[in-house]
């Protein structure tokens, strides 16, 4: 699991031509490097994903370095702030127990509703959620859904 914020948490990625950018560069760069996303949420400043690595994929720094170097420059250029400084840091946790897997999921599909941006996670449209729902058998939705994430820690107090 990954996480990623931007720069003092400023909400720099603040119009949805913004956090589709920022989506965009997630999912065509987990692509590239052979990672398989299996959760993720984007937000005005910062963004959370799940994902396993498939054979070849390269290293999880790389990837995220290239993420972050090409989403700041292109909001950089949309916002006229070239050089600016977007990206802080990013906090990633290697997944080895299937609940924590599971409650992780979890926790990333349901973001949006933990942040008061919607009621309902499926409705917020730079997440996984409503994929995850289309493309996952129903049985398995509802376990995923019933962990509970909220004693959950994850420094995303946005």
């Known amino acids: 699991m990954v996480t990623a914020a931007t720069l003092y948490k400023e909400r720099l990625f603040n119009t949805p ?4 950018l920022l989506e965009n ?3 065509s760069l987990a692509k590239k490097y052979n990672w398989q996303l299996e959760a993720w949420a984007v937000f ?4 959370h994903f799940v994902a396993r690595g498939l054979p070849g994929a390269a290293n999880l720094r790389r990837f995220l370095t290239h993420l ?3 989403s700041a420059r292109e909001l950089n250029r949309l916002d006229q702030t070239v050089g600016r400084k977007v990206w802080y840091n990013f906090w990633d946790t290697k997944l080895t127990y299937e609940r924590s ?11 949006p509703v933990k942040h008061g941006l919607v ?10 959620a409503a994929w995850f729902e289309r ?3 129903a049985a398995m939705v509802k376990t995923i859904y019933s962990f509970k994430i909220d004693k959950l820690k994850i420094d995303d107090d946005y």
């Open 17 to 20: 031509n913004k956090l589709s």
């Open 25 to 27: 560069h997630v999912l």
């Open 44 to 47: 005005a400043n910062h963004y």
């Open 68 to 70: 972050h170097a090409d």
């Open 101 to 111: 897997y599971l409650v992780r999921l979890n926790y990333v599909h349901q973001n």
């Open 119 to 128: 009621s309902v996670a499926n409705q917020y449209h730079w997440c996984s």
């Open 135 to 137: 493309v996952t058998p």
